[in-house]
DNA sequence: ACCCAATCGTTCGGGCAACCAACGTTTGAT
DNA sequence: ATCAAACGTTGGTTGCCCGAACGATTGGGT
């Protein structure tokens, strides 16, 4: 989306699915920027958040709190245990189930994480003005929460 | 991202970086919905539109006023001369390139695609009022220009 | 007139996020 | 005891975006 180097006056740019869609997509280069910087992706950072949220849990719930497919999880975690940052310890209670736990390390890398994503924040937001980046951060929460809503089967 | 039936309030649900690309997660899930009830996808979509706006054009300028990688311009044009929607020539002036231009069939998939995106715009935005759209649209504009000047080279 | 760099179309490949289908193992409720 | 359900795993698919390479063709410089 960056490459071409022509310029593109068309008439789709200003919709609001585009405009939202475009953003969101420098929005989520700079957050994986951020991540790549200290060796991790999205799916790493939402499973470590989660886990200290939330404490030890199996793969399945683990994907079910962070929003992450369970069959994505399986190369995830594989990708945390063999960086350290994440124990797959079986569960003694339930032989289908793998408990995951953070390690000391994962919390350290979480910390990082964090760090690089609140700078990412400002980065996204540095034309706005305080109030601009709280009225934007209420109108999309509007809409997240409607369209949440309606696609998470109510009960 | 909308199967796991869990709650996942979780530290990060409030950042605007998650904020903004889950909410065009959910916007690109209603496009590519609405262009898919029509046998299309988004970039078809964007062709019809360049076509109809800048006239018939040779694959490699099509791509870049739309957006769309070379490469992937192919695969696209094909989808849609299959379906006799563009015309694919060669151009007796150069012989390295095709002259694609717009059929009526084209024409009027065009029409049918853009009722569908704007019924879609509409069923983005349904929770906010007319004054919170446009204040919405125009915080993703100035985010969208900030951001696109700085990675596409300025000159 | 010639050469070389640039352009065009094309193919193949990769990355990412999200998702689906299937399977064997294990569990728990009946 | 049985059977549906959950768990983890493998191996796909999709849409959008990007890069490397290559043959064919072109056009500018000299």
Known sequence: MENPPEKTPATWESLPTWLL????????RLVAEGFSSVGARGYHYRLLATLEEFGPASQAALGRRSGIHLSDMVAAINELTDRKLVERAPDPADRRCNI????????RQLRRLEKRLAETQDELLAPLSPEERQRLTELLSRLLDHHSRRTRTPE
Do not use: F, M, R, Y
């Not at 869609?21 to 989520?28: E, L, P, R, V």
């Not at 995951?100 to 919390?107: D, E, F, H, Q, V």
């Open 21 to 28: 869609t475009q953003t969101a997509s420098h929005a989520q």
């Open 100 to 107: 995951i736990s953070l390690t000391a390390a994962g919390k």
